[in-house]
């Protein structure tokens, strides 16, 4: 299938010089065509630090940057996240980790955010590496 890890498994394979055959339905609304495409060092509820992200984040930019340049399409876009704060909860526990768990991941916003454009009055974080896969464009 031409999901997003199928897709990636195609591109390796050819890499490595051998033909592929994708057989898909071409469904435009798989999990994958509207997925997010988000890479981000910190996710979900409870700010977890992705898993392996320092590892796998500089093989996934590469990767996608190697298809783009053969492709000459354009869907990997690492221009970094600002994630703004749910709650007061999940500020403090953002508070508590910036330091230890998140140094070097995080940093205050790069511009301050903007009252005006973002209801942000419990303020954020952003993530300079982190990236969004066009995951459509990509899969086209």
């Known amino acids: ?9 195609a591109w390796r394979v050819r890499e490595r010089g051998r033909r592929v055959l994708i057989l898909d339905p071409l ?26 992200f320092a590892e796998m984040e500089p093989v996934a930019t590469a990767f996608y940057r190697r298809i783009e340049a053969t492709t000459g399409a354009t869907f990997f876009h690492a221009d970094g996240a600002v994630r703004l704060f749910r709650d ?40 300079p590496t982190a990236a969004r896969l066009d995951t459509k464009s990509y899969l086209d």
């Open 88 to 127: 007061e909860a999940e500020r403090r526990t953002y508070e508590s980790r910036r330091d230890s768990a998140f140094a070097g991941l995080v940093r205050n916003p790069e511009p301050p955010l903007d009252a005006s454009a973002f209801p942000a009055s419990l303020g954020g974080f952003e993530m």
């Open 1 to 9: 299938g031409q999901g997003l890890a199928g897709t990636a498994l």
């Open 27 to 52: 469904a435009d609304s798989t999990s994958s065509r509207v997925a997010a495409g988000l890479v981000t060092p910190i996710t979900g509820q409870r700010l977890a630090v992705s898993w392996r």
